[in-house]
C-alpha cells in the first residue's frame, strides 16, 4: 500500500508541477505578484495531495502568530517539504537557496521572478554569496518581508545534523532583528532522496525569538540548541507513536 500510494503521488506531483510549470509561463512578464499567486496556488494543490493521496497532514505547534510577523525564520532543513510549505506559511519571504536551482527549467525561472537569495556551494565565492546574501536580505527587511534560511545549507537526516553555517550568524547582527527557530520532523514522512512518503502527521514547532543583542557565537550556539533539541524531541515523539509506519 506504502508503495501504490508513493508512485501514484509521485505520478501526480510530477505531472502537477510540469502543468502549473506551463500553464503559468505568462505571468513570468507580469508583476511579481501574480508569481505569487500562482506559487500560492501550485503548493496549496500540493498540499492537498499529500492529505489525500499519502495521508500525510501537518500542524502548526508553539506561536503560530509569529510567521505574520516580518522576521528572519531559521528552520531545520530535513526534507523537500519544507521548501515549499514555508513559502505558504509566510506572507511572501525571501529564501535563501541553492544556486543549482535556478537552473531548473520553468522551476528556476519562477524562483528568480520571486526574487530568491541564490548561495553557491563553492568555495571560492563564499565570499561574494555572504556579501549578496546580506545586501538582499538587507532590502527585503526595508521592504517588509521575512527571510527563510536553512542554517545547515543541506539536507540533514532524522537524528542526524549538519554544521551550522556562518551565514545565519552574520544576518542575526547585521539586520539586528528577531531571529525565529523553527523545528520539525518531516524527515520521518518525506525522507530526503527516496521514493517513499509515508502517511502520518508532520508537527512544525515555531519556537520563540531571539532578540538581537547577542554575540554571534553566543546567537550561534543558543540557535543550534533549541532547532537541535526540539527537532530531537518531535523526531522521537513520532516513532513512539509509530507514525513512521
Not at 8 to 35: K, M
Request: proline share 6%.
Amino acid at each position: 500500500m506504502l508503495f501504490i500510494r508513493s508512485l501514484f503521488f509521485n505520478v501526480l506531483f510530477y505531472s502537477w508541477t510540469l502543468l502549473c510549470g506551463v500553464i503559468f509561463t505568462p505571468v513570468l512578464f507580469l508583476p511579481r505578484i501574480y508569481t505569487l499567486k500562482a506559487a500560492h496556488f501550485w503548493i496549496g494543490r500540493v498540499i492537498w495531495l499529500c492529505e489525500h493521496v499519502l495521508h500525510l497532514q501537518y500542524k502548526l505547534a508553539g506561536n503560530e502568530s509569529l510567521l505574520k510577523t516580518p522576521s528572519l525564520f531559521a528552520v531545520k532543513h530535513q526534507s523537500f517539504w519544507e521548501t515549499f510549505i514555508f513559502y505558504y506559511l509566510l506572507p511572501d519571504p525571501v529564501v535563501a537557496l541553492k544556486k543549482e536551482l535556478l537552473w531548473i527549467p520553468f522551476f528556476g525561472w519562477y524562483l528568480k521572478k520571486l526574487n530568491m537569495i541564490p548561495l553557491s556551494r563553492s568555495t571560492k565565492r563564499g565570499g561574494q554569496d555572504l556579501m549578496r546574501l546580506l545586501k538582499n536580505a538587507e532590502e527585503a527587511v526595508a521592504c517588509g518581508r521575512s527571510l527563510l534560511i536553512f542554517p545547515e545549507g543541506t539536507r540533514s537526516k532524522p537524528g542526524q545534523k549538519e554544521v551550522y553555517k556562518a551565514g545565519v550568524g552574520r544576518l542575526y547582527l547585521r539586520l539586528n532583528i528577531p531571529v525565529v527557530p523553527i523545528a520539525h520532523n518531516a524527515g520521518l514522512f518525506w525522507p530526503r532522496r527516496t521514493f517513499f512518503k509515508h502517511p502520518g502527521q508532520i508537527t512544525v514547532d515555531i519556537m520563540d525569538p531571539i532578540k538581537p543583542g547577542l554575540s554571534r557565537q553566543e546567537f550561534m550556539r543558543i540557535l543550534e540548541d533549541k532547532i537541535e533539541e526540539k527537532t530531537n524531541e518531535l523526531i522521537q515523539k513520532g516513532r513512539l507513536h509509530e507514525i513512521y509506519a
